[in-house]
């Protein structure tokens, strides 16, 4: 199969473009952000997202296909993922009946020409975003769950954006995608993976952008409540919890109080919809006793 020449994606036209077009998207960025991401399509490097969980990795990438009428194509990371499961696998069944159906009769070159061909591929998200020539924003989703040897599956599409099928040759982008890894920091990536991407740390907003994303995400909530709601998050995660919440969960207890009818929260509502943040018992316990909450 002949190689195919990627066409070029503008994706920002400069940083400033990356903040309002992914704001507009309802992705409040902050400056690093928006460079990294404007640096990602411009240089067309596969960026990798690293930071605790829930401070809006995976929602960039989404922001990101959202802002540029993108196609997002995702690759969820686990223990066990494999080449059938993120490149592609062949349709074994399907050849079998073909086999079958043919009587035998066939050579063997003859029958290998009909059975591996694209009737038969089945295609995963790392070949269809390659295959893809519409723009595609391919999310490679908590990389670090995955078992070392995956990674050596990355580096072909992260280097030349191409996939190597043996029986039908290399399958070359036409439009590159833009690529997102996503990381928790539960093992050190490979060296080879870092060194073809750029690389941005994302942390948890200060209070301030917090309250700004808090309320952009739900609309009719009280200043004085988002601000109390925030603060509390900010104290909750300087304890030392199993989870710290998360800025969805921040987003979840604002509407919760909207249900509630809630224009005031007090020690009391603070304990009485903690589950809503903390979702391990230890940890409620302890913001009870360091918060000195009512039980």
């Known amino acids: 199969m002949a190689t195919r020449l990627a066409t070029v994606t503008t994706w920002f036209d400069s940083a400033d473009d990356a903040t309002a077009r992914l704001r507009a998207a309802g992705y409040l960025t902050d400056d690093a952000t928006a460079l990294t991401a404007y640096l990602a399509g411009a240089l067309e490097k596969p960026l990798l997202v690293e930071g605790p969980a829930g401070v809006g990795k995976t929602e960039l990438a989404k922001a990101v296909a959202r802002a540029a009428g993108a196609e997002l194509v995702r ?119 870092k060194r073809r991407c750029l690389f941005l740390h994302l942390d948890y907003p200060d209070a301030e952008r917090e309250k700004a994303i808090v309320t952009s995400q739900v609309p009719g909530l009280d200043d004085k409540v988002a601000a109390q709601l925030v603060d509390v998050v900010v104290r909750l995660r300087e304890l030392e919890l199993q989870k710290a919440p998360s800025i969805a969960e921040s987003v979840d207890w604002a509407r919760t109080l909207i249900a509630l009818q809630i224009g005031d929260l007090d020690e009391a509502t603070v304990a009485r919809t903690l589950g809503v943040v903390l979702k391990h018992a230890s940890d409620q316990q302890r913001a009870i006793k360091e918060l000195q909450l009512p039980r």
Do not use: M
């Open 75 to 193: 690759l969820q990371c686990y223990e066990g993922l494999d080449e059938a499961r993120a490149l592609y696998e062949w349709n074994y069944k399907k050849q079998l009946l073909r086999i079958q159906a043919s009587g035998g009769g066939d050579s063997w070159s003859e029958t290998h020409d009909d059975i591996f061909t694209e009737e038969f591929l089945l295609t995963r998200p790392l070949l269809s975003a390659i295959r893809r020539d519409e723009p595609t924003v391919l999310l490679i989703d908590e990389v670090d769950k995955t078992d070392v040897e995956v990674e050596g599956l990355l580096l072909e599409v992260l280097s030349d954006f191409q996939v190597t099928i043996p029986e039908l040759g290399t399958i070359s982008a036409i439009c590159r995608p833009f690529v997102v890894l996503t990381s928790n920091a539960s093992r050190e990536l490979s060296e080879a993976v």
